[in-house]
C-alpha cells in the first residue's frame, strides 16, 4: 500500500480502513519504516501566510527497486511505460538530492490552493526550493512564482533528465539531474552550471 502512496501526502485512514486497523496503529506501522530507513517521511514546511497549508507528510520509499518491485514493474522497459514514473523519478532525485546537498533541514511544501514546492532545504538561515520534473523542457510555473514570494527562497533550482542547465529567471535555473554530484553546493552557486 506504501508503495501507492510515494510522493504523495500520506493519509492514515485510507490504508487503516482497508486494513482494518486503526489509524494511530497505521501511524505506528509508518514510523516503524521510518526508523528502519525503508519509508522517508518528508515534513511539510509551514510559512506564515494567509494561504492554508497542507499539514501531514508525504512519503518515500526510499530504495527504488523495492518500489519497483512493489509496484510490479521488472525492467526498464516497463517503467517507461508506467503511470508512476515521475514518481519514481521524484523519489531517486530526491534521495541523491539529500545525500549529496549539505542541508540542515529539508521539507516539501504545499498549499490546498495547489501550490507546492517538491523540496525546500534550510542552511541556516537560507532557504532552496527544488522542483524535480520529468520533462524534456521544464517552464516557470505559477508554483514557482508564489513559492519564491511566499516562502522568501534564496533561489529555486528545477531538476530534469535532460542534458543543458540553463536560467528560466533571475532566481530559478533548470540543471541536468547528472550535474547534481558534481557542481558544488546548490547553495553556494551564483550562476547556472
Not at 539529500?98 to 498549499?111: G, Y
Request: aromatic fraction near 8%; glycine fraction near 6%; include cysteine.
Amino acid at each position: 500500500m506504501l508503495a501507492h502512496y510515494h510522493a504523495q501526502t500520506w493519509n492514515a485512514a485510507e490504508p487503516a480502513r482497508a486494513m482494518n486497523q486503526r489509524e494511530p496503529s497505521m501511524r505506528r506501522y509508518l514510523d516503524l519504516l521510518t526508523d528502519a530507513m525503508m519509508v522517508r517521511q518528508l515534513q511539510p514546511f509551514h510559512a506564515n501566510i494567509a494561504k492554508r497549508q497542507v499539514k501531514a507528510p508525504k512519503i518515500y520509499l526510499r530504495d527504488s527497486g523495492l518500489y519497483h518491485h512493489f509496484l510490479g514493474i521488472p525492467d526498464e522497459q516497463t517503467l517507461m511505460r508506467h503511470p508512476k514514473i515521475g514518481a519514481s523519478w521524484e523519489g531517486h532525485i530526491l534521495e541523491e538530492l539529500l545525500a549529496h546537498e549539505p542541508h540542515d533541514e529539508c521539507f516539501f511544501w504545499a498549499t490546498h490552493q495547489g501550490a507546492e514546492m517538491d523540496l525546500v532545504l534550510r542552511r541556516g538561515g537560507d532557504l532552496l526550493g527544488i522542483e524535480i520534473k520529468r520533462t524534456d523542457a521544464p517552464g516557470m510555473t505559477a508554483s514557482i512564482r508564489n513559492a519564491l514570494q511566499d516562502l522568501g527562497l534564496r533561489k529555486v533550482i528545477i531538476v530534469y533528465p535532460g542534458e543543458k542547465a540553463y536560467p528560466l529567471h533571475e532566481n530559478v535555473w533548470v540543471i541536468p539531474s547528472h550535474h547534481l554530484t558534481r557542481t558544488g553546493s546548490l547553495f553556494e552557486q551564483t550562476e547556472t552550471p
